[in-house]
């Protein structure tokens, strides 16, 4: 049974990864590294302190971990607004739908509390969330499941009766390990992503609907496609 729906946020509510991907660049320019996208794709889902902490150590970069992280999170909460970056494909419909069902929706995602907040603004989704947990809140970054084991614990839900919606190998490993239900959202920009541990996997958000009314019908159990 189904009481939750907890979104991750970059490359599920939004295709924002690209802009991360421009920022991060934009932010390794000022110390003269030019870094492809491809070598960005390991970090995706993850926290920004693990990426740079990464890229200071391989780079010797002469600023602070924490300097660069900040870099990172002002300029793209600054371009974020006239970015014309939309909602996924599905998204209106989907939230229209858990909204209209009763059930809970969160955001659990690796981005820090200013840029989540960012994003709500600009997409208006202030109405439909329960509540957020951001990067830094929980002790351990995605791979472990601790994000969203605390998303959980915030809404009162317990983990087996939600379903997680991620499009990074690292997020599903996290919801997986959490022991939720997790979809994984195939999203075309998020390169080198790998979701296939998820329990079913979509390519439009709207495709979730079927999967949560199977899910909350009691007298059904869920049957994955190995099954």
């Known amino acids: 049974m189904i009481k939750a729906v907890i979104f991750d946020m970059d490359g599920v509510l939004l295709d924002s990864e690209p802009l991360h991907d421009k920022t991060d660049r934009s932010v390794l320019k000022r110390y003269g590294i030019d870094l492809p996208d491809a070598d960005l794709a390991p970090f995706v889902g993850r926290t920004s302190e693990v990426l740079w902490t990464e890229m200071k150590k391989r780079y010797s970069i002469d600023a602070a971990v924490d300097d660069l992280v ?14 014309g970056i939309e909602g996924s494909e599905g998204l209106g419909e989907l939230l229209a739908y858990i909204t209209e069902q009763g059930i809970s929706i969160s955001v659990a995602s690796s981005s820090k509390k200013k840029f989540v907040e960012a994003v709500f603004d600009h997409l208006n989704l202030w109405r439909y969330m329960e509540a957020y ?15 969203y084991l605390l998303a959980a614990k915030k809404i009162g839900v317990s983990p087996s009766e939600c379903l997680v919606v991620e499009d990074s190998t ?18 075309p920009t998020s390169i080198g992503q790998d979701v296939s541990d998820a329990d ?8 979730i609907i079927p999967i949560i009314k199977i899910k909350t019908m ?8 190995q099954g």
């Open 70 to 83: 900040e870099q990172h999170w002002d300029k793209i909460t600054k371009l974020l607004p006239g970015s």
């Open 170 to 187: 690292a997020g599903v490993a996290a919801a997986k390990a959490a022991g939720m239900f997790t979809v994984g959202y195939e999203n």
């Open 200 to 207: 079913t996997i979509v390519t439009s958000l709207a495709d």
């Open 218 to 225: 009691k007298k059904f159990e869920w049957i994955d496609e």
């Open 133 to 147: 947990t951001c990067g830094g809140e929980a002790s351990n970054g995605k791979p472990a499941p601790d994000i």
